[in-house]
């Protein structure tokens, strides 16, 4: 890597002022963010690439955001005092760092694409960088270039630190670093982290999402859910009871619990008027944050999967007596009962798209599809899907059913 480093600096002869991004620097190859179009001129191996010249910044006192070089050069640590360095790059930093006695090193996997998932990591990098700084160490993040995955870290931990939204901490870090940009993926996880209070919480309705469509866009490329997706998939709610719900949908042909009220995943209904174009998935009318997704993984747009046939016979738009406290109120869409994958939709492991079976008694409740976008009654565009029918499904009270499963 070093070698690879002294022909780069060959070619970008001379220092980069502060600032300043370097003319020429080699792109990691799956970089898509449209502002990158620039640089994405050079595609180089591994062994050819460094991050360009030694380019790093300071964000507040102590705390530093650059490039590989930087983090591989012993001098310039050495120099600011640096002795923390959190990696986050598709490669660890040479042994020459990462075996330095005197330094403290975090190496995180990740490439520089917007499917990425960064946010898992927040609160670990977070507790790294206040922890080195508590002990008087100086923290170098970087990435390969020490714009978009790097910045990502220094973002969340800015935003942690003075409970900043995504955008005033990306102003208070492009004052220090002008060029730094996250890719879009990566600014949807960060203004997710705000959301959720600067913590993960895996029952944020927007983070299931979030890990949903992450899990899907895996699918996709394996055509089956990935082991480091299982967790989208959520216990069945007939076996397992550790904190029982009051409101459960059963199968109205055997009565047997299928989900429960926590499961579900809500949409508002497109509204009326909109136009029924099959228009991306990611963006959704209704003003939520869309998932940033690569062109190539956005769900095939002739491939829209209607959920109108098994409408035809049913009494959706009378039957809303469930969950009558709320339903009128948040203006949630009620046609169709959207819900998280669960344990016992045995299909859903191995497929890619399929109908949805009574685990009791084999009647089809509804379908589910992973890969193509579903149309709710209501225009509302679902990716991945995973649906009850009303007619197959109902809502009901512990308090009605006595027979609940424990
Ligand atoms: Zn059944
Ligand atoms: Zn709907």
């Not at 050079?42 to 507040?60: A, F, H, K, W």
């Not at 520089?112 to 923290?139: C, G, Q, W």
């Not at 970087?142 to 714009?147: E, L, S």
């Not at 619990?257 to 029924?276: D, E, F, Y």
């Amino acid at each position: 890597m070093n070698e690879g480093a002294e022909i780069v600096v060959k070619k970008v002869a001379g220092h980069i002022p502060k600032g300043s991004i370097p003319k020429n620097p080699p792109k990691p190859k799956d970089h898509h963010h449209p502002h990158h179009h620039a640089l994405s001129t050079y595609r180089l191996t591994r062994e050819d690439i460094s991050g360009g010249p030694v380019n790093l910044d300071q964000i507040e006192p102590g705390l530093w955001l650059g490039n590989v070089t930087a983090a591989a050069d012993l001098p310039t640590l050495e120099k600011l005092a640096i002795r923390s360095v959190l990696t986050i790059d598709s490669c660890p930093l040479p042994a020459h760092v990462t075996e330095n006695p005197g330094l403290r090193v975090k190496y995180i996997q990740a490439s520089d694409v917007p499917r990425e998932d960064l946010i898992k990591y927040f609160e670990e990098t977070n507790k790294f960088i206040r922890d080195s700084l508590a002990e008087e160490r100086n923290v170098l993040v970087h990435c390969y270039f020490g714009v978009s995955r790097s910045a990502t870290i220094v973002i969340a931990y800015m935003m942690d630190k003075y409970r900043l939204s995504y955008e005033a901490a990306l102003h208070r870090v492009k004052s220090r670093r002008r060029f730094v940009l996250p890719n879009p993926g990566f600014i949807t996880q960060l203004k997710l982290f705000a959301l959720m209070n600067y913590t993960i919480d895996p029952q944020n309705d927007r983070y299931k999402l979030f890990r949903l469509k992450l899990a899907a866009d895996n699918v996709r490329k394996a055509k089956r859910l990935p082991v480091n997706c299982m967790d989208v998939v959520k216990p069945d709610p007939a076996v397992t009871q550790e904190s029982p719900e009051p409101i459960v949908y059963r199968c109205r042909k055997c009565r047997r619990v299928v989900a429960r009220k926590s499961n579900l995943l809500m949409h508002k209904p497109k509204p009326a008027g909109a136009s029924g174009g099959h228009h991306s998935t990611s963006s959704p009318a209704n003003g939520e944050e869309p998932v940033a997704q690569e062109p190539e993984s956005e769900p095939p747009k002739d491939g829209l999967s209607y959920v109108t046939e098994h409408m035809r016979r049913s009494s959706i738009g009378s039957d809303h007596s469930h969950d009558r406290s709320s339903s009128e109120k948040d203006g949630m869409c009620r046609k169709i009962f959207f819900i998280e994958p669960l344990a016992w939709m045995t299909d859903i492991f191995h497929n890619t798209q399929g109908r949805l079976y009574c685990p009791k008694c084999t009647v089809k409740l509804g379908s589910f599809n992973w890969v193509m976008a579903t149309k709710c009654p209501c225009g509302a565009e679902i990716y991945p899907a995973f649906y009850l029918v009303p007619s197959k499904a109902e809502y009901s009270t512990v308090v009605q059913n006595v027979q609940v499963t424990v």
